[in-house]
DNA sequence: AATGTCCCCAACCGCCGCAGC
DNA sequence: GGCTGCGGCGGTTGGGGACAT
């Protein structure tokens, strides 16, 4: 079993070890992205000043760093909807993540073999709720001509409602598409727009499981709360970062008609 | 006080899917 | 269709705090 590490005078390394990341690299990815947007993680180390490889940056911000994130104690309304829902999506700890804002995969999954696993087995609650999520996805099901499964229409990656304009699956509500100006992301898949389309997934899911009323759906997406980075992508002083090149942020961007990048700023306006 | 053990959780690793070329 | 690069995901590892001996 591991002992305590010490140092070679005998002192407690106080918590860092050469892998953990220090307050000063958290620093340094914060500000970054606060001022750059998230545009490449593989490249975002090199341009921020950090020896991190480009997914272990990701990993903190989406684990740790991101403004969002919510820290401390599960309540008992967590818990009982992680257990419910890995009843129903088992080791699916994205998809259960997303069933609880704030909280990332990697905490879900650290907190349930910590703390729910054995829970779980004899948690007899939740096949009530199992049977209800399938009778309803049944139901909706029988609404569809196509023939796909309850599991599928659960956890489908597309929206499913129709006259969505929006970019890559996300729908164009003002609100969003607003959002979107504003986060300096990439693509589909870069964390913030990600974090957009995840909260419409979830709440596309509960939509499913919940109304089968088409206008009513759409009303509810418009309705959705989402997460706004307008905070962290304020300009603020140069640290010395290596900014993304223009000419690279117009390829990336160029999908973006109301977005341009203002080269004096270095940031992008409407 | 020193040593041993348990266990939480941050971080890493490898695989996969997707998009662009 | 194959290749490449990238991000996302889930399984695993190991650092280190808390507690026991």
């Known amino acids: 079993m591991m002992m305590m590490k010490k140092t070679s005078d005998g002192e407690k390394m106080h918590g860092r ?117 399938v009778k309803t996805s049944e139901e909706v099901e029988a609404n569809k001509n196509d023939s796909s499964g309850s599991q599928d229409l659960l956890l489908s990656d597309s929206p499913k409602v129709p006259n969505m304009d929006g970019i890559k699956g996300i729908p164009t509500s003002p609100q969003i598409y607003m959002s979107t100006n504003v986060i300096s992301s990439s693509s589909s898949t870069d964390p913030p727009v990600e974090d957009v389309r995840n909260q419409y997934m979830i709440d596309q899911d509960e939509i499913n499981c919940s109304s089968s009323n088409p206008s009513e759906i759409i009303q509810s997406i418009w309705e959705l709360p989402y997460f706004s980075f307008q905070e962290i992508f304020m300009p603020e002083t140069d640290p010395g970062f290596m900014a993304p090149t223009p000419a690279r942020w117009h390829q990336e961007y160029s999908m973006y008609p109301d977005v341009c990048y203002d080269a004096g700023h270095e940031f992008w306006v409407n």
Do not use: V
């Not at 700890?93 to 995969?105: C, H, T, Y």
């Not at 650290?110 to 096949?127: E, F, M």
């Open 17 to 133: 070890s050469r892998t953990s990341w220090s307050p000063e690299e958290d620093q340094k990815l914060k500000a970054y992205i606060k001022r750059y947007g998230i545009w490449n993680w593989n490249q975002m180390p090199e341009a921020s000043g950090l020896t991190r490889s480009g997914k272990s940056c990701r990993l903190r911000w989406m684990n740790y760093l991101r403004p969002d994130i919510k820290r401390g104690n599960f309540s008992h309304e967590d818990q009982e909807t992680i257990l419910k829902w890995h009843e129903l999506l088992g080791n699916r700890w994205s998809a259960i993540a997303a069933k609880l804002p704030g909280r990332s995969d990697n905490e879900i999954k650290n907190y349930w073999h910590a703390h729910l696993k054995k829970r779980g087995k004899k948690n007899s609650s939740s096949t009530t709720f199992i049977s209800e999520m």
